[in-house]
C-alpha cells in the first residue's frame, strides 16, 4: 500500500469507525456478499483493511476485465429477520425482491433469490420451503416495493433493476443497475423488451 493508499484507508477506517459496527462495505460494483464476513460485513474498523482487499480481489477476478473498484460506499448494517444463513452458514437470507423500472414505470418483480442460487451448498432440509414462503408478497408489501422502484428508477431515468430488502424498519432499495445488466428471471416477457433498451 503505497502512501496514498495508506491515507486512505485510515480515512475509511476512521469512517466506519464513526460510523460504528457492524456496517456493509461494498464497491460500486460489487459487495462480494458470498463471502460474507470477508467481504461486505465488517464487524472491526481496525481491520477494514482486509475487507478492502478481500473485495478488490473479486474484483479483478470476477470478470474476463475485472470489474472497477474506483467507488467505495459503507452503510448502517439495517436489522433483518434472516429466513435462514447460507455461503459457509455466514450471510443471512433475507426477503429480497428485484422490480424491474423503466423511468418510474413498474415492468416486472421478482424475488431476488433463486433456488440455484444454494443448491450447491449444505443448508437445512427445508430451506426450500422456506425461502418459497418468503418469497410472497401480499397487496400491501407489493405496492410498497413498486413504489419505491418506481421513485428510484424515475429519479435517474432509464430501465433498472431495482433490489428492495425487507428489514426491521420496512422495505429499502439496496441496490441498482441497468436493467440489461442485471439477472432476470427466465421466462418474463420483460427480458426480450430490456434487452433493446
Given at each position: 500500500?503505497?502512501?496514498?493508499?495508506?491515507?486512505?484507508?485510515?480515512?475509511?477506517?476512521?469512517?466506519?469507525?464513526?460510523?460504528?459496527?457492524?456496517?456493509?462495505?461494498?464497491?460500486?460494483?460489487?459487495?462480494?456478499?458470498?463471502?460474507?464476513?470477508?467481504?461486505?460485513?465488517?464487524?472491526?474498523?481496525?481491520?477494514?483493511?482486509?475487507?478492502?482487499?478481500?473485495?478488490?480481489?473479486?474484483?479483478?477476478?470476477?470478470?474476463?476485465?475485472?470489474?472497477?473498484?474506483?467507488?467505495?460506499?459503507?452503510?448502517?448494517?439495517?436489522?433483518?429477520?434472516?429466513?435462514?444463513?447460507?455461503?459457509?452458514?455466514?450471510?443471512?437470507i433475507v426477503r429480497e425482491f428485484r422490480v424491474f423500472a423503466d423511468s418510474g414505470?413498474?415492468?416486472?418483480?421478482?424475488?431476488?433469490?433463486?433456488?440455484?442460487?444454494?443448491?450447491?451448498?449444505?443448508?437445512?432440509?427445508?430451506?426450500?420451503?422456506?425461502?418459497?414462503?418468503?418469497?410472497?408478497?401480499?397487496?400491501?408489501?407489493?405496492?410498497?416495493?413498486?413504489?419505491?422502484?418506481?421513485?428510484?428508477?424515475?429519479?435517474?431515468?432509464?430501465?433498472?433493476?431495482?433490489?428492495?430488502?425487507?428489514?426491521?424498519?420496512?422495505?429499502?432499495?439496496?441496490?441498482?443497475?441497468?436493467a440489461p445488466n442485471s439477472y432476470h428471471w427466465p421466462g418474463c416477457p420483460n427480458?426480450?423488451?430490456?434487452?433493446?433498451?
Amino acid at each position: 500500500v503505497g502512501r496514498h493508499g495508506r491515507a486512505w484507508l485510515d480515512a475509511l477506517q476512521a469512517k466506519v469507525a464513526a460510523f460504528g459496527t457492524p456496517a456493509f462495505l461494498r464497491t460500486g460494483q460489487t459487495s462480494h456478499k458470498h463471502d460474507w464476513k470477508d467481504s461486505c460485513y465488517v464487524t472491526d474498523a481496525e481491520k477494514i483493511e482486509s475487507h478492502v482487499f478481500n473485495l478488490i480481489e473479486f474484483s479483478e477476478c470476477a470478470d474476463f476485465m475485472g470489474l472497477p473498484w474506483n467507488v467505495w460506499a459503507i452503510r448502517e448494517l439495517l436489522p433483518v429477520k434472516p429466513l435462514f444463513h447460507a455461503f459457509h452458514g455466514e450471510m443471512p437470507i433475507v426477503r429480497e425482491f428485484r422490480v424491474f423500472a423503466d423511468s418510474g414505470k413498474p415492468l416486472c418483480t421478482h424475488p431476488y433469490w433463486t433456488h440455484n442460487s444454494f443448491e450447491k451448498y449444505t443448508i437445512h432440509a427445508d430451506w426450500r420451503d422456506i425461502l418459497d414462503k418468503g418469497n410472497i408478497l401480499d397487496q400491501d408489501e407489493s405496492d410498497a416495493i413498486l413504489d419505491l422502484a418506481c421513485r428510484a428508477s424515475d429519479a435517474v431515468g432509464g430501465a433498472w433493476s431495482v433490489d428492495v430488502l425487507d428489514t426491521d424498519f420496512g422495505f429499502f432499495v439496496t441496490d441498482m443497475a441497468l436493467a440489461p445488466n442485471s439477472y432476470h428471471w427466465p421466462g418474463c416477457p420483460n427480458n426480450k423488451l430490456l434487452e433493446a433498451t
